[in-house]
């Protein structure tokens, strides 16, 4: 499985950006999607999912209410929409895919069996 994400760059504090993330996954319907972040110094963290087989969505606490993740099964596409940016936002983030995971695993790591390179998102203040 390959994962291409892009739409990263530098946006002013309060803004928005689109991050896109391609999979070879199949069949990608099955697979939950999921973004995660590490920002310069920190640990890579949960961002948001997409739980596979038309399940739910997750977010982290920190991004709930101004991110959006969505996903076109059609066209093997899960994407971000970031509004609202603030400088803490700041992170390389990173796509993941995993297979019919339970939602309990879904913010954890270890439960994705495949990532994609990272995309730089900047915010400056």
């Known amino acids: 499985v390959q994962l291409q994400a892009s739409g990263g760059g530098l946006v002013q504090a309060g803004g928005s950006l689109r991050l896109s993330c391609a999979a070879s996954?199949?069949?990608?319907?099955?697979?939950?999607m999921g973004w995660f972040r590490q920002a310069p110094g920190k640990e890579r963290e949960f961002v948001a999912a997409?739980?596979?087989?038309?399940?739910?969505?997750h977010y982290a606490d920190s991004v709930k209410g101004r991110f959006i993740i969505s996903r076109d099964n059609a066209k093997n596409t899960v994407s971000l929409q970031l509004n609202n940016l603030r400088s803490e936002d700041t992170a390389v983030y990173y796509c993941?895919?995993?297979?019919?995971?339970?939602?309990?695993?879904?913010?954890?790591?270890?439960?994705?069996?495949?990532w994609g390179q990272g995309t730089l998102v900047t915010v400056s203040s």
């Open positions: 993941a895919a995993g297979n019919r995971l339970i939602s309990s695993s879904i913010p954890y790591e270890s439960a994705y069996d495949h």
């Open positions: 996954a199949r069949p990608f319907r099955t697979y939950t």
């Open positions: 997409s739980k596979g087989n038309g399940g739910s969505t």
